[in-house]
């Protein structure tokens, strides 16, 4: 099976699925990445976009056919045009076909259409690619199988919530993530079962955060807000609690429906308006104890947001947090310190 | 700062004053709606609908030329925006919410009827967000697909065949973008849009960049260059906010004609010109002064910037039937060409090229995120085409990290380790 790369949430895995492809998220381990070094100015560019951009350049992943990147962040648009050139001018190993989807996230009537029309342009690509047509049934089958992921996710998701969640973040973020290289149905089918067995466990204690920031495609954070006996029970990021997303309906349109769910229902830096994009974490916030908000030194989004969500918290009477270190790299001990303070002073609600 | 060689630089900053003051004069007491634009926004829709413009990029460097952004970001730091924060666009805002530190530059801004963007950066919105909630005015964005396919040369092809230029579906999704914001245009003014006073404008557009494209052609075939690199911006600059009004118009054709009279007339902006430099990258508004500390020494003049030199290429539309579709298709790219590869690296080693330019510094700004990007492949390609780079990394508002004498010093070691040797050679 021909396998895709892409680089974020808000690329329709149904379609590449449908077409015969198998989507990978690209997901580099950190380290050191000499062509992002050569060729990407310094400040950037996050760690995660230079490993992709290294992994692809230096030919670490010989096997993918394709690499598929959405307009969901300027820096992914730029990793495209960068990629691009490094195979024009022939500066890397072979690079692969790569693709924009140019998915927009403002809301208008607008903005939709165009997204619709890009959705039915990429069908057409994978179509030209794998040299058939994508049927009806395929794509039914597909969003069947991925819609069982994604309920497989919520009961995930169902047993974090409450005032006794089973399930501590540091494994949710683990399971969670596992969907977006793993097959559909196998994810569903295995999800369901650690559901179940988690479901037997006594409750995790401590308080109950919710963390808001730089998406997070490692642990390193989550271990360290629960080594101080807190439970993250919700995160606001693509890689947790947001993955996947609600299930695609199935109407008779099914690439008007697939197009809908990614279009509407991911979360991203380029969502706009600001009431809609922050309308999941206000939900979210008002069921935890408080919040962790994650702005590590690579953030150049999400500071923006940052002081008017801490007003409207504090407004709420939600306590929070920020954090500016990178988790990935290990917390300093006064960040840990920090975190050990803020969640003892946390008056744990149930 | 340096003198002023040309009077026409004197004329241009004295109207944008005027022209300023003008502005707060019709807001306060006539009531009159005018908007704070990002720079890459379709000025001409606002020009035809008489709406003034403040561009956010021209009041940021005017804030920053007045030395008060390091009070405005020291400011935004304690209200809890975070120092790596993107700096350039965000510092007219800043000015705003933070205006009780520092009284803003000539008065500052009155509150505006619309705030508009073009969303490129994943930033912008934000920005543009708080500052109109600040302002209790409207933001309307205008989305940005992004750039999938950029043929060769795009230089060669956006007077005449711009419309293969860009892709369709990006033209076709600004236009209809343009329709709504005409649509708010004609509310808040109450009158209607004038789709033949659009194409005026931009006839008078591109009159205007021919003569901009004239005065490049002079710096490029005179022996030494007529016209500093900082009056340059200075001249362009004050008509491109105003672009294909008559004021932009007449100012363009006297510009030209006074840079064609020093050429004539053998005047050089340096006459101990032995370096030709160019300057790649949005200026360094906190320190013009720097432009010309490399001229009694090593002769090394700044002839080249983005700003004189995009107006031709990037602007010139012929073929105005659809001038909404042609605006489109000037409003789509811009900024694309100077900071996506493959188009940034091509046009600035061509330009080097018609230029002739011995050397090339190249911006790139701390915390300013796009403009910082495509820097790799052009220093490559400078390189490659036989031109020393020098990589500048410096903050082009942001005066609080900038070492003026350790700069001067570092490209000194530059000119005579890679340049005067080189040319002595
Ligand atoms: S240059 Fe981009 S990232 Fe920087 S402030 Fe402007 S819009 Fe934001
Ligand atoms: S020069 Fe670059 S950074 Fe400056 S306004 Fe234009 S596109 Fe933006």
Redesign the interface.
């Known amino acids: 099976m021909p396998i895709a790369g892409v680089t974020s949430n808000t690329v329709p895995s149904e379609l590449l699925r449908a077409a015969g492809f198998f989507p990978l998220m690209l997901n580099p381990p950190r380290g050191p990445a000499a062509y992002a070094d050569h060729f990407m100015e310094v400040g950037v560019f996050s760690a995660r976009i230079r490993g992709i951009f290294h992994g692809i350049t230096a030919g670490l992943w010989p096997f993918l056919k394709l690499v598929i990147i959405p307009r969901t962040s300027e820096q992914e648009h730029k990793l495209y045009l960068y990629l691009r050139e490094i195979a024009r001018q022939g500066l890397g190993k072979s690079v692969p076909e790569v693709y924009l989807y140019n998915l927009l996230h403002s809301r208008s009537a607008e903005t939709e259409e165009y997204g619709f029309e890009r959705t039915r342009d990429l069908k057409k690509h994978l179509e030209q690619l794998a040299g058939r047509s994508i049927e009806a049934a395929d794509l039914a089958r597909c969003v069947c199988e991925s819609n069982q992921a994604r309920v497989a996710i919520r009961s995930l998701l169902n047993l974090r919530e409450g005032t006794e969640p089973r399930l501590r973040g540091t494994e949710a973020l683990s399971l969670i993530g596992a969907a977006y290289f793993m097959d559909h149905a196998a994810y569903a089918q295995l999800a369901a079962e650690a559901g179940a067995e988690m479901e037997e466990r006594p409750p995790a204690r401590g308080a109950r955060l919710l963390i808001k920031g730089t998406p997070l495609h490692h642990t390193g954070l989550h271990q360290a807000i629960e080594s101080h006996g807190a439970v993250v029970v919700a995160e606001d990021d693509w890689w947790g609690s947001r993955c996947l997303g609600e299930p695609i309906a199935a109407d008779a349109d099914m690439v008007r429906s697939i197009f809908d769910a990614y279009y509407r229902g991911t979360s991203g830096p380029r969502a706009f308006p600001p009431e809609m994009a922050d309308k999941w974490f206000f939900e979210a916030a008002a069921k935890a104890d408080g919040v962790v908000f994650y702005l590590p030194p690579e953030d150049d989004v999400l500071g923006w947001d940052y002081p008017a969500l801490r007003a409207a918290l504090a407004q709420r009477g939600i306590p929070s947090l920020l954090v500016r270190e990178d988790a990935a790299e290990g917390l300093s001990s006064e960040c840990h310190q920090k975190i050990e303070e803020f969640v003892s002073k946390i008056p744990v609600r149930s | 700062m340096a003198e002023k060689q040309l009077q026409c630089t004197a004329a241009a900053i004295e109207h944008q004053k005027a022209w300023f003051a003008q502005l707060r004069r019709d807001v306060f007491e006539n009531q009159k709606p005018y908007a704070i634009v990002q720079a890459d926004t379709p000025l001409e829709l606002f020009q035809t609908m008489d709406v003034p413009v403040v561009s956010n990029q021209w009041w940021a460097a005017l804030i920053s030329a007045k030395r008060l952004s390091p009070a405005y970001l020291d400011a935004m730091n304690t209200?809890?925006?975070?120092e790596?924060?993107?700096r350039y666009c965000?510092l007219p805002m800043a000015s705003t919410l933070c205006g009780d530190v520092a009284p803003a530059p000539w008065g500052g801004l009155p509150r505006p009827a619309l705030l508009s963007a073009r969303?490129?950066?994943?930033?912008i919105?934000?920005?543009l967000?708080?500052w109109a909630e600040a302002f209790g005015a409207e933001f309307l964005?205008l989305?940005a697909?992004?750039?999938?396919e950029?043929p060769p040369k795009w230089w060669e092809l956006s007077r005449y065949r711009w419309s293969e230029l860009f892709e369709e579906?990006r033209l076709q999704?600004m236009v209809?973008?343009f329709h709504?914001l005409i649509a708010k245009l004609e509310r808040i003014t109450g009158r209607a849009f004038d789709l033949e006073r659009l194409r005026c404008l931009m006839e008078g557009v591109n009159r205007q960049e021919e003569y901009f494209e004239e005065v490049r052609g002079l710096i490029c075939a005179a022996p030494q260059t007529p016209v500093r690199m900082q009056e340059q911006i200075s001249n362009v600059m004050a008509a491109q906010w105003l672009r294909g009004s008559e004021w932009a118009i007449a100012h363009a054709r006297r510009f030209r004609n006074e840079v064609k009279a020093r050429v004539t007339n053998g005047v050089a902006a340096c006459p101990a010109e032995r370096l030709r430099i160019m300057w790649v990258g949005a200026g360094l508004w906190h320190d013009m002064e720097f432009y010309t500390a490399f001229e009694a020494e090593y002769g090394a003049v700044f002839v080249w910037s983005m700003y004189l030199a995009f107006g031709p290429d990037g602007y010139i539309r012929y073929g105005l039937d659809d001038p909404l579709k042609a605006l489109a298709s000037r409003t789509v790219s811009m900024n694309e060409q100077l900071h996506?590869?493959?188009w940034a690296?091509e046009w600035i080693v061509e330009q080097a090229k018609l230029h002739r330019a011995d050397a090339a510094l190249v911006l790139?700004p701390?915390?300013t995120?796009?403009s910082?990007?495509?820097?790799?492949?052009i220093e490559l390609a400078l390189e490659r085409a036989g031109i020393p780079v020098l990589p500048i990394?410096a903050d082009m508002v942001d005066a609080r990290t900038w070492d003026a004498l350790e700069m001067r010093r570092k490209v000194a070691r530059f000119l005579n380790e890679r340049v005067v040797r080189r040319t002595i050679e």
């Open positions: 209200r809890g925006f975070h790596g924060l993107c965000s969303l490129t950066c994943d930033c919105q934000r920005v967000a708080i964005p989305d697909p992004a750039a999938a950029l579906h999704f209809a973008q709504k996506n590869p493959p690296n790139t701390l915390g995120r796009p910082a990007t495509g820097n790799r492949f990394f």
